[in-house]
């Protein structure tokens, strides 16, 4: 009786244990509000204004992107090249790409460090990340450009939660509204908002603002950020997890409305995208992914 006794206690320790952990698990991958976001998307009737990524099915996977052999990372749209733009770190490197992912030009990086996202803002104009020293970094690029010197650009560096090369991933802006979004990837999870960078009006006083919104953070169901996408027709947020193989789309409120898994079988993807690390939407809509080591994709509406 007494030898029963002690097997049902160790049984019992044990599922408790498996019971914690399982817990701890889906804690960890966000399971539970992924599962509840899920059954809500049910009974959501679809906002026609809204991007609406479940629609989105791939028309380009996994091609490689020639010339590259790997850490591409980040992407953004020039609506007046009618290009991308991506970083390289490792062999710093700014690389202009057809939409059709083959490369047009590249362009040396020096002093940018560990340059990790690029945001078209303007005319000839993009924003540069080191996420090692959380510095924003302002450059001008045209026909002529050659290589790019950090030293000669207007440069902006914010420090905060240092956390090694878990800093700044990714990058949106928003024209209208003159904010840059600035994404961390994670320990701690966080968008930033900054204001006043760049400097867009010389005869005014320089002046930086960077908020948060720990309550739209705080809906982010995934392990962490790799890349942002402003969309400027709806007003809403794309933020891309590496970690959690997913593109959420968030309203003006900061509300995760849509989501595009990044997973074998979902969206017509014969095989899942190995580690998403930007996000980039054209004039038409249409979404496109780079891939580490040197993957291009592009999703679609039907």
Request: a negative charge; hydrophobic letters at 40%.
């Given at each position: 009786m007494h030898r029963v006794s002690r097997l049902t206690v160790f049984l019992v320790c044990v599922i408790l244990?498996?019971?914690?952990?399982?817990?701890?698990?889906?804690?960890?991958?966000?399971?539970?509000?992924?599962?509840?976001?899920?059954?809500?998307?049910?009974?959501?009737?679809?906002?026609?204004?809204?991007?609406?990524?479940?629609?989105?099915?791939?028309?380009?996977?996994?091609?490689?992107?020639?010339?590259?052999?790997?850490?591409?990372?980040?992407?953004?749209y020039d609506p007046l090249r009618k290009s991308l733009f991506t970083v390289t770190n490792k062999k710093a490197e700014l690389i202009e790409l057809s939409l059709d992912g083959k490369i047009l030009r590249r362009i040396p990086l020096v002093g940018f460090g560990d340059a990790e996202a690029v945001e078209f803002i303007g005319e000839n104009t993009y924003v540069i990340t080191d996420e090692r020293q959380q510095r924003l970094i302002k450059v001008r690029v045209d026909d002529s450009t050659r290589f790019l010197d950090a030293v000669d650009a207007e440069q902006l560096t914010l420090g905060l939660n240092l956390a090694g090369n878990k800093g700044f991933e990714g990058l949106a802006y928003d024209s209208a509204g003159k904010r840059l979004f600035v994404a961390k990837e994670r320990d701690?999870?966080?968008?930033?908002?900054?204001?006043?960078?760049?400097?867009?009006?010389?005869?005014?006083?320089?002046?930086?603002h960077v908020v948060t919104n720990p309550r739209r953070d705080a809906r982010l169901f995934v392990r962490d950020l790799s890349s942002l996408q402003f969309d400027e027709r709806s007003g809403h947020l794309l933020a891309l997890s590496d970690?959690?193989?997913?593109?959420?789309?968030?309203?003006?409120?900061?509300?995760?409305?849509?989501?595009?898994?990044?997973?074998?079988?979902?969206?017509?993807?014969?095989?899942?995208?190995?580690?998403?690390?930007?996000?980039?939407?054209?004039?038409?809509?249409?979404?496109?992914?780079?891939?580490?080591?040197?993957?291009?994709?592009?999703?679609?509406?039907?």
């Open positions: 244990a498996a019971l914690v952990a399982a817990g701890m698990a889906a804690q960890h991958y966000r399971f539970f509000e992924r599962t509840w976001f899920n059954i809500n998307q049910q009974w959501q009737s679809i906002d026609p204004a809204a991007i609406n990524l479940g629609e989105y099915q791939v028309v380009v996977q996994g091609r490689a992107i020639e010339g590259l052999e790997d850490d591409v990372s980040a992407l953004t701690p999870m966080l968008i930033y908002e900054v204001r006043g960078f760049p400097h867009d009006n010389p005869q005014e006083p320089y002046a930086t970690e959690s193989k997913l593109l959420l789309e968030l309203d003006v409120e900061g509300r995760p409305i849509s989501t595009l898994s990044l997973k074998k079988g979902r969206h017509g993807l014969t095989k899942s995208v190995p580690q998403a690390e930007g996000i980039a939407m054209d004039d038409e809509g249409a979404v496109y992914v780079v891939s580490e080591p040197n993957l291009f994709y592009v999703f679609k509406k039907p």
